[in-house]
């Protein structure tokens, strides 16, 4: 821009003295001037309007005189839209692009700022989590969002993050953290996040910690204690809350809360909670801890504390059609080994079309077995059950006061117990090969 202006201005120059020299041009005459160069007075250059830079958006008006040149956008520029527009522009912008945006001009700055305070919910997807979470730039991230309600961070959290929510200062409304599938996520984070300011345990009423295969139950415990009495802590899908109706007994219920708290209504085996729960395909595999097993005779007093059966669930679609099932109820295929404490690690591909409450056999092939009348079923090796769940009401999916006291009192009578060296390291796998020698 500057070398066009003294290129214009060079030609005008040397075209007014030039016909200074060679007296009245055609177009009409020219004042007269002194013949001592000395004296000339140099002639005013005046230039049309501003040339607008090449590749650029903007236009460059000439300031007025006094006045001090201001950059302003043209009609096609991001910053000649609405503020409203450009708020809503930038609210499905990710957090780390609209950090960029907070260092590009006050105008994005100040849009950006407003944009993250008043940001309700985050949901981190994995195609994007490294860019929204850099480690070192956590605090300075969650301190933009002083308005959050709800964070999702999918399968992303670490101890580390949980470390800067302890101070009431950082997102300090903040109602619902979700981290399932954490694998990053352990103990230590739980009990960090334990240790939050007073007004934190009052506000938080949601944790998702479901698949965090570092974590266990019994570090959700303190948190019961510490955080209000409506706080909702979450290890298993949705679909598993509630009560089971099983073909076993008469009328059988078993009944499952969100922690993974379950309760059965028979006298023996029949509370406990869910150790963990993993993924092997497209079923689940749990392991269930007992704090009512009573040992068989002869077998070892540490049976009690080992003795963890588990099962394989699958959820079966609905396809509208009245097949059995209630109001609100879906149904799910439970697969259990007949033998044996491990849950199978599949259930038979097609599943099988069971009406509700219905069962059936399979060998260890995979075959279906008919039951046999007077024998029972000698070579069944897998029972698949499709139980009916009723899910339980928005208030209700925390278990009651009462059993989690009885399941803090076994926790800690077991922690005594592997303390004292009282109980088998390899207790649930040699119970399992205990009962398959004996079939």
């Known amino acids: 821009w500057g070398w066009r202006r003294t290129q214009a201005a060079s030609r005008t120059n040397r075209l007014t003295m030039s016909d200074a020299r060679e007296g009245p041009s055609q177009q009409g005459a020219l004042p007269s001037f002194p013949q001592n160069p000395s004296t000339l007075e140099q002639p005013r250059v005046v230039l049309g309007p501003r040339l607008e830079p090449p590749n650029q958006g903007s236009q460059l008006p000439p300031a007025a005189p006094g006045e001090e040149k201001q950059w302003r956008p043209s009609s096609h520029h991001l910053l000649s839209l609405p503020d409203d527009i450009l708020r809503n ?137 510490l955080f209000s009495n409506n706080l909702v802590i979450r290890r298993q899908p949705a679909w598993l809350d509630g009560q089971f109706r099983t073909p076993f007994g008469e009328g059988e219920v078993h009944t499952y809360w969100a922690d993974g708290t379950f309760s059965f209504t028979r006298p023996h085996e029949s509370t406990g909670y869910v150790r963990h729960l993993r993924r092997e395909g497209n079923v689940l595999c749990d ?105 339980p009401s928005e208030g209700h999916l925390m278990p009651p006061l009462e059993l989690i006291e009885r399941i803090e009192a076994f926790e800690a009578e077991m922690l005594e117990e592997i303390r004292q060296r009282r109980i088998h390291p390899l207790g649930e796998e040699v119970i399992h090969e205990a009962l398959l020698q004996n079939r």
């Not at 230590?188 to 965090?212: H, K, M, V």
């Not at 070892?300 to 109001?327: E, I």
């Not at 080994?337 to 491990?342: E, F, K, Q, V, Y």
């Open 89 to 225: 522009v930038l609210s499905f912008v990710t957090l780390h692009d609209r950090a960029k945006a907070l260092q590009s001009c006050r105008s994005l700055k100040r849009l950006a700022e407003l944009v993250d305070a008043s940001t309700l919910e985050v949901d981190v997807c994995s195609r994007s989590a490294c860019d929204i979470f850099p480690y070192r730039d956590t605090a300075a991230l969650f301190a933009r969002l002083h308005g959050l309600l709800s964070l999702d961070l999918r399968s992303h959290a670490t101890d580390t993050m949980l470390t800067f929510l302890r101070d009431e200062d950082t997102v300090p409304n903040l109602k619902r953290l979700c981290m399932a599938g954490s694998q990053l996520l352990t103990d230590a984070g739980l009990f960090e996040l334990g240790e939050s300011s007073e007004r934190r345990r009052d506000t938080l009423e949601y944790i998702d910690i479901t698949f965090c295969n570092g974590t266990t139950y019994g570090a959700t415990l303190p948190l019961r204690r």
């Open 287 to 391: 392991s269930l801890q007992y704090i009512d097993f009573d040992a068989p005779p002869f077998w070892p007093a540490w049976v009690k504390y080992c003795y963890r059966p588990g099962v394989a669930l699958q959820r079966v679609p609905s396809d509208g059609a009245d097949d059995g099932l209630n109001a609100g109820e879906h149904s799910v295929l439970v697969g259990q080994l007949l033998i044996g404490l491990l849950p199978p690690m599949g259930l038979p591909s097609p599943p099988p079309a069971l009406e509700v409450g219905g069962q059936a056999y399979f060998d260890v092939e995979g075959n279906p077995v008919a039951p046999a009348p007077d024998d029972g079923i000698p070579s069944a090796h897998l029972m698949v059950s499709r139980m009916p769940v009723m899910p």
